[in-house]
């Protein structure tokens, strides 16, 4: 009886263990303020996206929010796939959503946030597959602080306009 219970307990913490790594928050959240497609909008090959972001720092928690831009190519053969992502984009940050891009719980994903003052160059490769996509982030203003400064920080720019 005594091997049973432990077994049973032993395989619920696995279990559990499991679930808690296949959670967590999406890699980065934003506030999107501009979207520059390149060469243009309708076969864009490249895009910018400017706005305030935090990114998750160690798969609980988010850094403090900070303005910027993330600038992606698509990636050869998935192109398309890059193109209904950035539409998707293009509708949430329209109606004006904090925006979360990536799977939950994979905070290594690269964002590299460049100055503003930075001259676009060498775009990273938008990172592809099932697991990133373009979502609804208005959630995670309830469960992170960081993304109620997100929000803060940017109704702050919009009064400044």
Partial sequence: MTKTFAATVLMIALAVTAEVKAGGPPPVCMVVDKIVLEPDEKIPAKIQIWGTFIFCKDNASYGQPVSGYL????????????????????????????????????????????????????????????????????????DFPSAKELLAKTALKTLKR
């Avoid at 590299?112 to 996509?133: C, I, M, Q, W, Y």
């Fill in 71 to 142: 600038y992606y190519t698509a990636e050869k053969g998935k192109e398309e796939a890059c193109r209904k992502e950035w539409a998707k984009l293009q509708k949430l940050a329209a109606d004006k959503h904090i925006v979360a891009l990536g799977s939950c719980g994979r905070p290594k994903m690269d964002g590299h946030l460049r100055k503003a003052t930075e001259t676009p160059k060498s775009p990273n490769a938008f990172p592809s597959g099932d697991e990133v996509s373009f979502t609804n982030g208005d959630a995670y203003e309830r």
